[in-house]
């Protein structure tokens, strides 16, 4: 396995969610070889879009902050079901790294059916995650 080289950070602007964005930045001042980095929120529904336009603007503010503005990150705002859309879009930009907050990450050896974001985005994708809390 190669080191990552294609980001994709998943923000809703939550605090964990904030927090992968500034790790993110800050791990890619590290970097000689920068990574493609794309920032990605996705809104339930249309009427949202605009919230969404304002969340991933400012998580482009705290990747630049912590990152130095080493790296230009791409933004993406799409409409769906937030685990589905971040895994087809990681997908569709072929990316190798998803990081992602993990306030409703869980590990229940006993459930077979385990909730949330962070659980669905590790279960279906094929690469590295990175779940910041």
Known sequence: MSFPTNWLIATNGSIYA???????GLLSTELTNKPEVTILVVAYEKDAEDIALGIVEMAKYLFEEEGKKTVEPRLEVRIG????TI????KELGCDHILI???????????KN???????VISNFD???????
């Open 18 to 24: 904030s927090e992968a964005v500034k790790y993110a």
């Open 87 to 90: 895994v087809e879009t990681a």
């Open 114 to 120: 385990p909730g949330g974001i962070s659980n669905y």
């Open 101 to 111: 907050g993990g306030a409703d990450f869980k590990w229940d050896i006993n459930d």
């Open 81 to 84: 079901e937030p685990g589905q």
């Open 127 to 133: 690469g590295v995650i990175t779940v910041v809390k």
